[in-house]
Every structure is written in C-alpha cells, then in structure tokens.
C-alpha cells in the first residue's frame, strides 16, 4: 500500500536555525509531492508543490523542498526559522500518476519554534 | 471570496445519534474530499467525489455516508455505526486537476461524541 512517511514528529528549534522536516514515500511511479502547513487556528495552506520539472522547488515564506527520487524522499527546508514558523506540516503524496485526484497524507511534525 | 465553508465549526452528538456536517464550495471545483484528522495519524481519507453523482470510499469509510448531489456541496454523515467518531474533520475541494494544483481546505468542524 502507499504510504508517507514523516519521521520527525516533535521538532523545537530557537529562532533563525536551520530546518530540515523529512518526507518519504513508497511508491515507485510518477509521483506529485505537496507540502501543506496548518498554523495554530487555521485552516491548512499549500506551502509548495512538485509536479515535474526542477526538483527543487520554492515555496512560500522562504520555505524550499528537494525531490530526490533516487531516495524516495521530499524533504522541506527552511535556512532561518522564525517564531510565526510554528506550526503543524503535512507531506502528502499523489501517487498514482493522476488517474484520481487522492492526495496520502504524513502524519505530520509538530513544529516549535522558540523566540 | 471563494473559498469552501464546513460548519458546524463544533458539534457534540449523543452516542448512537447520526450527524451531518456540511461542506459548501464556491470555486467551481470538481472533486471534493472529506478527511479525519488525529493527533499524531495525519489525514487519513474517508470519502471522495470526483464528479456529481458519482463518489468512492477512501481508506476509513466504515461509519460515514456521503451524498454528491451538487457540484457545490458534499456533505457527511458521520452514522452510529462509526466507533470512534470524536475527531477533527476536514473537507476540501481541488480542480480535476488536483495532482497538479492541490487541494483547498475548509476550517473544519471539531465533532465530540458524549
């Protein structure tokens, strides 16, 4: 079954740390990749997506992801975490190649950041 | 401004009582989804639609009943057959194009069974 994979459950960073939130996924087809972020109170936000094409990419708020397919893995970066950066973040995955319009999401991490 | 709206925002049901949660979208979307969110579970897939008339269980159905009779609305009946049913639950919607685009979320309506 396809699934996706967050390792990371509770992440507590200070302000202006490095962030590195791991993704993975097991399938092994064409594969679109999403980051969404749900901020304390909110409703979830697409951070950024991959589809084709460069495999990294930029999204909102400074935040970048790498699409490294030879690992599976989505990883989603940020160089300088700031305290409005907290918040819940879900990989997701849509894994069949488009045929339905599924997204699998992580479980999602827990992001705390300290001012 | 478009945007999908779920109400209620809270809801507490008896135990043994069905309950329906409602999800309107003005996007002119053609797939909607309902979702279950747990602490630490993620969002796991109850029931999507692709087109009107037409919908297909996700990978926790058991419990829930949905209807498409509109493109605009997708509502949910959480039945008393669902085991569990206190949960967070999220509705969305996406262009046919979803794994493209991605999906728009609702606020999400917090049911608590007592």
């Known amino acids: 079954a396809q699934s996706v994979s967050q390792h990371n459950h509770h992440v507590i960073l200070s302000e202006a740390a490095s962030l590195e939130l791991g993704c993975n996924y097991s399938y092994g087809g064409t594969v679109n990749l999403f980051w969404y972020v749900q901020y304390p109170g909110q409703h979830l936000q697409l951070l950024l997506k991959y589809f084709s094409g460069d495999p990294l990419v930029k999204g909102i708020k400074g935040f970048e992801a790498e699409f490294i397919k030879s690992k599976f893995s989505f990883n989603l970066r940020k160089p300088s975490v700031q305290w409005s950066d907290t918040a819940e973040y879900f990989c997701?995955?849509?894994?069949?190649?488009?045929?339905?319009?599924?997204?699998?999401f992580g479980t999602g991490t827990l992001l705390a950041v300290q001012p | 401004d478009g945007g999908i709206t779920q109400s209620p925002k809270y809801l507490f049901r008896k135990e043994g009582q069905n309950v329906t949660l409602s999800c309107e979208q003005n996007l002119n979307h053609d797939a909607m989804y309902w979702y279950r969110q747990d602490p630490g579970q993620g969002l796991r897939l109850i029931y999507y639609?692709?087109?009107?008339?037409?919908?297909q269980k996700g990978d926790i159905a058991e419990g829930y009943s949905v209807s498409r009779e509109k493109k605009e609305s997708f509502p949910l009946t959480v039945t008393s057959a669902q085991k569990n049913p206190t949960a967070f639950y999220l509705c969305?919607?996406?262009?046919?194009?979803?794994?493209?685009?991605?999906?728009?979320f609702g606020s999400g309506t917090r049911l608590t069974v007592v």
């Open positions: 969305a919607s996406s262009t046919y194009r979803a794994s493209n685009y991605g999906y728009t």
């Open positions: 997701a995955v849509n894994a069949d190649g488009g045929a339905t319009n599924k997204l699998i």
């Open positions: 639609s692709q087109i009107v008339n037409d919908f």
